[in-house]
């Protein structure tokens, strides 16, 4: 069956450092990889998407690489803001079936 | 992208009692469903609500206690029923499908507390 695996948190972080969440899947067949960030008492929003091998999606300033190589699609963004402090849900979505989501990382941004 | 809406947006009920969960989306999708995200924990899929036909339940989750109704492309309910404050939850609808391919959207959730 289909799997995400990404790092656990809580990750703390100061203001401008450098941020990487790990993710790795598995999953047979070619499903497109998401990452979705839910802020404080509120839903969940696409971040970014990719849906084939070395695809880059990006936004806001994060950016994700599909790799099927190592099937991996890390999170990373270069400077963070406090602003960024929210859950970050690594996700993979085989077509019209149930998105398969990782645990989810907590990330923390103090001034 | 849809626009998803969700009501109510939270709510506190008192055990035994029911609830039912609105979803609607601003264009017509193909599929439906409804996750479930227990506190500090990530989501997991209720059931996928087909249009014309009964949902498509996940193990663990049954008809009785969340019955499903999706009446047309853009609007679905979920009800929970006989409430225990181990429902306690937020509840989220997801949609795919029509103008959205590759990718499934999530409304804004509704935050459900049961005394």
């Known amino acids: 069956g289909n799997s995400v695996t990404q790092m656990e948190g809580p990750v703390t972080l100061s203001e401008e450092a450098f941020l990487t969440i790990n993710c790795t899947y598995t999953a047979t067949g070619y499903p497109s990889l998401f990452w979705y960030v839910q802020y404080p008492g509120e839903g969940l929003q696409l971040l970014l998407k990719?849906?084939?091998?070395?695809d880059k999606g990006s936004n806001k300033g994060f950016e994700a690489t599909y790799r099927k190589e190592t099937t991996s699609f890390h999170l990373e963004k270069g400077s963070v803001q406090v602003s960024d402090s929210a859950v970050y849900f690594c996700?993979?979505?085989?077509?019209?079936?149930?998105?398969?989501f990782g645990t989810g990382t907590k990330l923390q941004v103090i001034p | 992208s849809a626009v998803i809406s969700q009501k109510p947006s939270r709510d506190i009920c008192q055990r035994g009692t029911s609830l039912t969960i609105q979803c609607q989306v601003d264009?017509?999708?193909?599929?439906m469903f409804w996750y479930r995200q227990q506190p500090g924990q990530s989501l997991t899929l209720i059931a996928t609500?087909?249009?014309?036909?009964?949902?498509?339940?996940e193990s663990g989750f049954v008809i009785d206690k969340f019955p499903i109704s999706r009446p047309n492309l853009t609007f679905s309910t979920l009800t929970v029923s006989n409430m225990s404050p181990e429902d306690s939850s937020i509840y989220l609808c997801?949609?795919?499908?029509?103008?959205?391919?590759?990718?499934?959207?999530f409304g804004p959730g509704t935050r459900l507390t049961v005394l």
């Open positions: 990719a849906t084939k091998a070395d």
């Open positions: 996700a993979l979505l085989p077509g019209y079936q149930k998105v398969t």
């Open positions: 264009s017509q999708v193909t599929m």
């Open positions: 997801s949609v795919e499908g029509g103008i959205i391919t590759d990718t499934q959207y």
């Open positions: 609500a087909n249009q014309g036909s009964e949902a498509t339940y």
